[in-house]
């Protein structure tokens, strides 16, 4: 169930670790609100990181977008999956060893500033490592494919199946990695969320005794928080809408929610148990016999954030007591209804 802060997030830890597309942007446009909020909880003492996934941009690529959208960055305030790759590449293998890099030019960038030697699939190499890359040639990955079937170790900067595009949704690096587990009957050893490296490798970069995962997904941010041992906040301007959240299982539940990233600035209320339903902040939520999940607000001045607390928290107790994901094809809250994805 949601946690309790009784003090503003940006209090209670000391470090941010942002998710970029659906929390500080979608595609090439700023979330609303975001810079501002950004720039009160760096106000506030709070350092901030920007993780990502995508393995294709290099750093200074993702800072300078950053910038643009009002939102001051530099390399060093940004982690990719292909530097935590890169990290644990060196780690188990070693600095200078020879590593067939399959993806952009993300992960052969963080690969060399690991110390460690890009080369190509035709190349003498020690592991493979692969990453996004939407120039790839299908004979790369073929050869790659044939050399990780014969032994060759190999290390997978993410398993995301879909990326954002300017044309829509597309295939992720996940659906690669599907193909050539597949094909060669091997699991690669991942550095993505939800895997834990990435946020491992944020902390070792950025600093940060109590870090905070900030993200808009659930299969990756928040069970990312889960397995690497940090509270999470969800936010709402992402993929995550009520079909999802109500449905998610104890290690896909975040610590805290809230509608954006103001949510860093407030605290965090935790709903209590009332009469068979959850009460917070002029909501009551409940699930009737028929396994509906009933919203009402109790106060004229309640406010979105503890709807959404209620909602969930009536919800996972249902789903835990019963097995049963709630019906919330009636239930009507403002800034609810109409938003599931």
């Not at 975001?34 to 106000?43: K, L």
């Amino acid at each position: 169930m949601l946690l309790t802060s009784n003090v503003p997030l940006a209090r209670a830890h000391d470090l941010a670790m942002l998710d970029l597309d659906g929390v500080v942007y979608v595609g090439r446009e700023a979330v609303p609100g975001a810079a501002e909020h950004i720039a009160a909880v760096r106000s506030a003492g709070m350092r901030v990181a920007f993780i990502t996934n995508n393995a294709s941009r290099p750093p200074d690529e993702v800072a300078e977008h950053l910038t643009r959208l009002g939102v001051p960055a530099g390399r060093a305030d940004v982690v990719t999956s292909a530097q935590a790759a890169a990290r644990m590449v060196a780690d188990t293998y070693g600095v200078g060893v020879k590593v067939l890099c399959l993806g952009g030019p993300g992960l052969a960038a963080a690969l060399a500033e690991a110390g460690l030697v890009p080369v190509g699939a035709d190349d003498e190499a020690d592991v493979v490592a692969s990453g996004y890359g939407p120039e790839l040639r299908w004979s790369e990955i073929m050869r790659a494919a044939v050399r990780i079937a014969e032994g060759l170790p190999w290390v997978a900067s993410n398993t995301d199946h879909t990326i954002p595009t300017p044309f829509g949704v597309a295939p992720g690096h996940g659906v690669l990695v599907d193909t050539l587990r597949r094909f060669t009957g091997v699991t690669p050893a991942v550095a993505g969320k939800p895997a834990r490296p990435l946020l491992d490798e944020t902390v070792r970069r950025v600093g940060g005794r109590r870090p905070l995962m900030v993200g808009d997904r659930l299969d990756t941010d928040v069970e990312g928080a889960h397995n690497a041992g940090v509270d999470s906040l969800l936010v709402l301007t992402g993929v995550t809408g009520p079909a999802q959240l109500v449905a998610a299982p104890p290690r896909l539940r975040p610590s805290y929610i809230s509608v954006d990233l103001a949510g860093l600035l407030a605290s965090h209320p935790a709903p209590a148990a009332e009469g068979g339903g959850w009460v917070l902040g002029g909501w009551r939520a409940e699930v009737d016999r028929g396994g509906a999940l009933v919203v009402e607000r109790t106060a004229p001045d309640a406010v979105p954030d503890d709807a959404w607390r209620v909602a969930s928290t009536a919800a996972w107790q249902h789903l835990d007591d019963t097995g049963r994901v709630v019906d919330i094809t009636g239930t009507r809250v403002p800034g609810i209804e109409g938003s599931a994805r």
